[in-house]
């Protein structure tokens, strides 16, 4: 029987693999994963940045997530 999948195994896994833009990046998982990467609340980013129009701030499961580098770009205020 395999391991649940947890969301290190599942970025594990994803290691090496490319987004269909063909940029490989990290996800961050959580709303307090994406506050640390930018030094914020986790408040602020599902009030505020999640709902930011083309936010790269997903939700699946109940869960939020996004790719590092497209939040860094949004942030940059530069889509890619």
């Known amino acids: ?3 649940p ?4 195994r599942f970025d594990k896994l994803a290691e090496g693999h490319t987004r269909p833009s063909g940029n490989s990046t990290k996800i961050i998982w959580t709303l307090n994963g994406i506050a640390r990467r930018i030094g914020t609340g986790s408040d602020f980013i599902r009030d505020t940045l999640a709902k930011q129009p083309d936010s790269p701030i997903k939700q699946l499961g109940g869960r939020f997530y996004c790719f590092e580098d497209d939040l860094i770009a949004f942030l940059r205020g530069r889509s890619e």
């Open 1 to 3: 029987m395999k391991p």
């Open 5 to 8: 999948l947890t969301a290190a």
